[in-house]
């Protein structure tokens, strides 16, 4: 019996050994959720990011693009409303979508990408990010965490950062303790010194660091981007430079006119009316100018920034993949057939000594 007890607890540590294997990052298992096709249809198919759509604000694809935002995010059981105001004499109207933190709920991480454009598609800048900021929620809406996460699309912000200031102001004793500013994250320039970087910038080289490296952290851990963290004051990210734990701004490191040909113009698109994918040249050859796996591997590391620093509650239940399936299968055969046949040679021994 004693044999037994211990090759019990050997099965039973091996069991919990391969086990902690598959659930070592339950963090990972979230971000892993993370899809290409879902990105792909919310920025190609669902804010307006065809040749000839125009979100400038106003538009009559502005008010369709916002109302787009409001009922997908509603779509994933999130409270949500329009957050309408004014700031310096300018009206705004952000959608702002809450997950309740279980735990410490008036502490807030806000994720947030600006809807509006400069006369265009906006496909990138940044119809991309919003894309970012949904499908982070149509993830994170599944799980609980300690801490309130707010997803917001900001208005206005081509005008001057209209909405974000409305919204930062408004909400300045807020216990905010960190935000994403998510800004133009899916052209990749295809030349060595930028492709597959971005840029993780805080708004002023006195504001706090702490989300800048987070989320540098996240990017390293979680996707294939490669962060390179440096001090912009542009994007929605400066006016809560201040609050918490400071702020950053996720950006393509070719971000600039200088780099991206369609920066603030009419191409900036996915797809014209045929279907066919907006293409741009570089030394003569042509390629994709929306990357799609590229921003999914920029919202790979926003989620798990957010599932990290919100303080995830419930692990996320895991199959384990095949591999490490068929070693727990295997290692826990062997163990138990080893186990049978031990007991068996002592039943032997026991019933010799006996004289039987």
């Not at 044999?3 to 919990?16: E, M, P, Y």
């Not at 787009?68 to 409303?81: D, E, H, K, M």
């Not at 001057?160 to 998510?182: K, R, V």
Request: net charge negative; glycine share 8%; hydrophobic share 40%.
């Amino acid at each position: 019996m004693l044999q037994w007890g211990r090759s019990g607890c050997l099965l039973l540590g091996l069991w919990l050994t391969l086990s902690r294997l598959v659930l070592a990052d339950p963090v990972l298992a979230i971000v892993n959720q993370v899809s290409e096709t879902y990105y792909t249809s919310y920025l190609r198919d669902g804010l307006y990011t065809r040749q000839g759509n125009n979100r400038n604000d106003g538009s009559q694809d502005h008010e369709a693009a916002k109302q787009y935002i409001y009922n997908t995010l509603r779509g994933f059981g999130l409270s949500t409303v329009y957050d309408t105001g004014t700031y310096n004499g300018v009206a705004y109207t952000n959608v702002v979508a809450t997950l309740p933190g279980q735990v410490y709920p008036q502490q807030f991480y806000i994720v947030g990408a600006h809807y509006d454009s400069v006369d265009c598609p906006g496909a990138d800048d940044n119809a991309s990010g919003v894309a970012a900021v949904l499908e982070a929620a149509r993830i994170l809406s599944q799980y609980r965490f300690e801490r309130t996460i707010l997803f917001i699309a900001f208005d206005r912000e081509e005008d001057g950062l209209i909405g974000s200031y409305g919204y930062a102001t408004a909400h300045a004793s807020d216990n905010i303790q960190g935000m994403l500013s998510l800004d133009m994250i899916a052209f990749n320039h295809v030349a060595p010194a930028y492709q597959n970087k971005a840029w993780i910038t805080r708004a002023y080289a006195a504001a706090p660091a702490d989300t800048q490296n987070a989320l540098a952290n996240a990017l390293s851990r979680y996707s294939t981007i490669t962060p390179i963290t440096a001090v912009m004051g542009y994007s929605d990210h400066v006016p809560f430079a201040s609050f918490g734990q400071g702020s950053a701004l996720l950006i393509e490191y070719a971000m600039s006119a200088y780099q991206n040909p369609y920066y603030h113009s009419v191409n900036d698109y996915t797809v014209n009316s045929l279907g066919q994918a907006q293409t741009w040249l570089y030394q003569g050859n042509p390629y994709l100018y929306i990357d799609y796996a590229y921003a999914t591997q920029m919202t790979r590391g926003v989620v798990g920034y957010l599932a990290t620093v919100a303080g995830l509650l419930e692990p996320p239940i895991i199959i384990p993949e095949p591999a490490s399936l068929w070693l727990l299968i295997g290692g826990s055969s062997l163990l138990m057939l080893w186990c049978f046949r031990r007991r068996e040679r002592l039943s032997e021994t026991d019933l010799c000594s006996n004289g039987v």
